[in-house]
Nanobody, 115 residues
Framework: QVQLVQSGGGLVQPGGSLRLSCTASGSIVDIVTMGWYRQAPGQERASVAVLILPERTRYEASVQGRFTVSRDNAKNTVYLQMNELKPEDAAVYYC?????????WGNGTLVTVSS
């Protein structure tokens, strides 16, 4: 019954910024991680930025220092702030919330980085 609704994707020039958001329709018990994955054409879906509750974070090496994952508990929302975007960041970005043995996924939002 839980749904994750994403927004914030779009077209941005190299060096620009975007902020993705993901809002859960309801509470999820026993959350382990919250974060973002991405899938580029011809590639597997891969972890980008993960929040390990309550405050620990892990980032894919290529986005460290450029991307920031955060959450707003009052809004049931997780964010991905993306700065200094590069063409290789272009992909479909998926929100993920992991409970003990259950994964919840958003539908994905397209990020295009091009001049």
């Amino acid at each position: 019954q839980v749904q994750l609704v994403q927004s914030g994707g779009g077209l941005v020039q190299p060096g620009g910024s975007l902020r993705l958001s993901c809002t859960a329709s309801g509470s999820i018990v026993d959350i382990v991680t919250m974060g973002w994955y991405r899938q580029a054409p011809g590639q597997e879906r891969a972890s980008v930025a993960v929040l390990i509750l309550p405050e620990r974070t892990r980032y894919e090496a290529s986005v460290q220092g450029r991307f920031t994952v955060s959450r707003d508990n009052a809004k049931n929302t997780v964010y991905l702030q993306m700065n200094e975007l590069k063409p290789e960041d272009a992909a479909v970005y998926y929100c993920n919330i992991r409970a003990i043995d259950v994964d919840y996924w958003g539908n994905g939002t397209l990020v295009t980085v091009s001049s």
